[in-house]
């Protein structure tokens, strides 16, 4: 079994900056592509950003040139730098893994998720 487990979420006032973290533990591999999502509270699920094995990213328009996804694959973790942040960014923010291996075949694993809210 792979766990997922969010951290660095917290209380930050507006233009302020967060660092969340998501490590993977247990039967752990080379995950294709790991993201974030959030969700706020009556609203669905959505992406924030993902980042591919290679490094390749994909950010939702909303946090582009403000957030910034990274990974660390020896470490099998992923980061979202989160700056000037917007009482909107306020959310329950997930981690994901995704992808296809030789191991498993398809995968999809999420955290449990990171609170993060933005004051004004």
């Known amino acids: 079994q792979v766990q997922l487990v969010e951290s660095g979420g917290g209380l930050v006032q507006t233009g302020g900056s967060l660092r969340l973290s998501c490590a993977a533990s247990g039967s752990v591999f080379s995950f294709n592509t790991m993201g974030w999502y959030r969700q706020a509270p009556g609203k669905q699920r959505e992406l924030v950003a993902t980042?591919?094995?290679?490094?390749?990213?994909n950010d939702a328009d909303s946090v582009k040139g403000r957030f910034t996804i990274s990974r660390d694959n020896a470490k099998n973790t992923v980061y979202l730098q989160m700056n000037s942040l917007k009482t909107e960014d306020t959310a329950v923010y997930y981690c994901?893994?995704?992808?296809?291996?030789?191991?498993?075949?398809?995968?999809?694993?999420w955290g449990r998720g990171t609170q993060v809210t933005v004051s004004s």
């Open positions: 980042v591919s094995r290679g490094g390749s990213t």
């Open positions: 994901r893994a995704f992808g296809v291996s030789v191991f498993v075949g398809q995968y999809d694993y």
